[in-house]
Nanobody
Framework: QVQLVESGGGLVQAGGSLRLSCTAS????????MGWFRQAPGKEREFVAA????????YNDDSVKGRFTISRDNAKSTVDLQMNSLKPDDTAVYYC???????????????????WGQGTQVTVSS
């Protein structure tokens, strides 16, 4: 069982930045690939970014490429999402998720992830 706790959400103006952090409870953090998803009101939860167990490979949705950066610190069991040049369309609840490393090269599907955090609200005003 892995418990995930997100932090760092809030209200920011368009063009601003926020940094989300997710802390995992389990010591075997390197057994998991990590992802960030988001869900806006009335919409499906969608993939944002992912990072493999070692941190050597990252994956971003096209909507956030060049603006968001995912990183992890395995010593601290944390995964961060640095969000720059925020837009009102980025407004959503952001979720951290973990999936057991399977070397499949697939990271964007919700069903692949075994554990989820409770979410943190990000609101971008225009």
């Amino acid at each position: 069982q892995v418990q995930l706790v997100e932090s760092g959400g809030g209200l920011v103006q368009a063009g601003g930045s926020l940094r989300l952090s997710c802390t995992a409870s389990r010591r075997a953090f390197t057994s998991y690939d990590m992802g960030w998803f988001r869900q806006a009101p009335g919409k499906e939860r969608e993939f944002v970014a992912a990072i493999n167990w070692s941190g050597e490979s990252t994956y971003n949705d096209d909507s956030v490429k060049g603006r968001f950066t995912i990183s992890r610190d395995n010593a601290k069991s944390t995964v961060d999402l640095q969000m720059n040049s925020l837009k009102p369309d980025d407004t959503a609840v952001y979720y951290c998720a973990a999936k057991a490393t399977d070397f499949s090269g697939s990271y964007s599907l919700r069903r692949e992830y075994d554990y989820w955090g409770q979410g943190t609200q990000v609101t971008v005003s225009s």
